[in-house]
């Protein structure tokens, strides 16, 4: 009889353990949040609040776009008529990769005015925006933002570009002079009797509207790669705060 109730207590004993360690395991699970429209909203603006600050950032550091492949803003298509001739010009090639690169440093200054008005954009979307950007295709944030800042961030962009290029540089000399140096070079030959006989046009371009153009081109094309990043790996991009919000939110398209 002992030793049957031995049996029972050990038995109980296993049991009640058991039960312990599957409730303790269940307490440290996670499971799927009710989210409301508001959680939805608010998390998707917090992910796109990051990733705009890190395209802004990255682009606006020095090299942020000279140093990117991708985005590096060459001369205008224009300048290929300098540039398939470039022999016929004194130090031409010197002359052509001092222009690329302050092209390059007058895009970068002007995207730091980008990061003001992303947040704007973002902070004043509605819930039904957020819905149509959460459901839209992979690029739909980033086409919701230019849709709403780019004739804003162009205006000012381009007095920030404009100052940029005649900001002086490298040898006391401003982008905007370095380019004005190339292309009367150029233009100079182009207008010679060598030139019409070679068939040269000469060339004018406003760099201010160019460069401000690429410049735009350049930062939405770096919130596309961002917002790809997010919707991938959501909880990982997204930054601080709400990790559960973030990752199911991106994760229910």
Known sequence: MKIISKICFISTLVIFISCAEVLNTIGQMEFPVKLTEADVSNGLKEALNVGTK???????MENGFFGNELLKIA????????????????GGNKLVDDVVLRLNRAAEDAVTEAGP????AITSMTINDAFNVLHGPGNAATAYLKKKTYFELQKLFMPKVINSLDKKLIGNISTNESWSFLTNKYNSVAKSVVGMVAGLEPINVNLDQYVTTKALDGLFLKVTEEEKEIRKNPQESAGAGNAVVKTSIWRTR
């Open 75 to 90: 001369l205008p298509s224009e300048a290929n008529m300098i540039t398939d001739n470039i022999s016929i010009i004194p």
């Open 117 to 120: 008005i992303f947040l704007n």
């Open 54 to 60: 890190n395209s802004v950032n990255i682009l606006s």
